[in-house]
């Protein structure tokens, strides 16, 4: 398991790398996929589709194999959020191809265009409630919509860092915060971990690890930020103290997108959101934590950089 979970990160890692560093429209692609199989996990998760008598509980024995749904047929609500996500990357991947020859858009604009795709998505599952109406209940509808909020309109707010002026050099941060807080919290857990902190969610999880997560992350932020001489607009040490910053926020919050996840799972009686990666289980169980990280990263961007 430990190689198949290694081999497995070595190849996302990659992935991540090569998607972030070529851009659109590789990155649209990826994030466009990632986002669609993550939406279709969570749904299936909260109850969504038909069929959820199917789910495997977490304290049955089969509850060591990664959590997987294969009967539940897609219903109108999740069409519509797929038809959504769709429509959402292609307001991005569109502002970006008007914008200016170095592939920024106009922020103010497109912003206005994706904040209608979200309603819009919204109007039309409440349509899709109404019209059906007694098929479906009103929880699934509200699953529905915030499964789209929570999946694809979170991750895309990696491609959007990437859009901005400086995001070719910002848009690394997301991954620092949250797989970095991760690696840093596992290995001080690990040495002096002591004090639980969420003894019934997370068992595993310390305050030493924890605090060992954030200020790691906000080190290697640091790091980072000294690393970029004569490539940022600003003076190096500014942004190294910024991106100590950024990193030590979006570690905090990393956390609570993965204990989030986990809730979600505990909830529904869970193990995985999926098994679509070996060793790590599906896209919600090993990109919880940068779902969340991805939109602080962004504004913190806008307000302590500005590009």
């Known amino acids: 398991m430990f190689w198949t979970r290694l081999f497995s990160g ?12 070529l851009g659109a429209p590789v990155l649209t692609a990826v994030l466009l ?13 909260l109850g969504v589709p038909a069929g959820q008598k199917n789910v495997v509980k977490a304290d049955s024995p089969s509850s060591k194999t990664s959590f997987f749904l294969a009967a539940p047929k897609v219903t109108a609500i999740e069409i519509t959020g797929m038809a959504g ?5 292609g307001i991005i991947q569109h502002f970006m191809k008007t914008g200016q020859d170095s ?4 922020a103010s604009e497109g912003i206005v265009w994706l904040l209608a795709c979200i309603v819009l998505v919204f109007l039309v599952q409440l349509s899709v409630y109404v019209f059906a109406f007694p098929k479906y209940q009103a929880e699934q509808v509200m699953a529905g919509f915030f499964s789209f909020v929570y999946a694809p309109v979170m991750l895309a ?14 848009v690394w941060l997301i991954l620092i915060s949250s797989w970095g807080c991760d690696t840093c919290a596992y290995a001080v857990g690990k040495l002096i971990g002591r ?26 932020g640091f790091l980072y930020g000294k690393l970029l001489v004569g490539m940022f607009p600003i003076t190096v040490d ?23 996840a986990s809730a979600i799972k505990r909830n529904k009686g869970i193990k995985d959101y999926g098994k679509l990666i070996p060793g790590h289980g599906g896209i ?3 990109f919880d934590s940068v779902i969340i990280t991805a939109p602080i990263v962004y504004f913190m961007t806008m307000f302590l950089i500005g590009h």
């Open 284 to 286: 919600m169980d090993r």
């Open 195 to 220: 004090k639980k902190i969420f003894p019934v969610l997370s068992p595993k999880k310390s305050l030493e690890g924890c605090i060992g997560g954030v200020l790691g992350a906000a080190l290697l």
């Open 238 to 260: 500014t942004f190294a103290w910024q991106g100590a910053a950024i990193c030590a926020l979006g570690a905090v919050v990393s956390m609570v997108g993965d204990l989030a």
């Open 157 to 170: 707010f990696i491609e959007l860092t990437r859009m901005t002026g400086v995001g070719i050099i910002i």
């Open 10 to 21: 070595i190849i996302l890692l990659v992935i991540a790398i090569g998607s972030i560093w």
């Open 33 to 45: 996929v990632v986002s669609l199989i993550g939406y279709r996990e969570l749904t299936k998760a």
């Open 85 to 89: 996500t769709v429509l959402y990357y």
């Open 103 to 106: 592939g920024l858009w106009d």
